[in-house]
């Protein structure tokens, strides 16, 4: 992993507490929201490929992951203290991402 990921890794990781729910969108294989959700205890994922997502699962079973458009999310009953994306964002629809990443996110 390049030393700049690591980086924004080690700074986002400052801001997850034991006990939250965190929501990475785009997740890929994983390797951003495993550490992350160690830190956790607990973690969720969304990507489109779903051969992202299979290989994601064969590494980190103890994750939550789906195979989901970033832009239409459905996790009817789970609010997230953290939701965030790496990499792909130019892939998606900012407007679609953000309205789907606001209602997801629990604030206070």
């Known amino acids: 992993m390049c030393q700049y990921l690591q980086a924004e890794m080690d700074h986002l990781a400052g801001f997850v507490q034991p ?13 951003v929201l495993a550490p992350l959700a160690r830190i956790a205890g607990q973690g969720w994922g969304v990507d489109n490929s779903p051969e992202s997502v299979a290989l994601a699962r064969a590494e980190y079973p103890d994750l939550d992951l789906s195979v989901m458009d970033a832009g239409s999310l459905n996790f009817d009953e789970h609010k997230f203290d953290l939701v965030f994306g790496w990499l792909r964002s130019y892939y998606l629809q900012p407007e679609g991402v953000l309205e789907s990443g606001c209602i997801l996110w629990s604030v206070g």
């Open 19 to 31: 006990g939250d729910k965190i929501l990475e969108l785009g997740c890929g294989f994983g390797r």
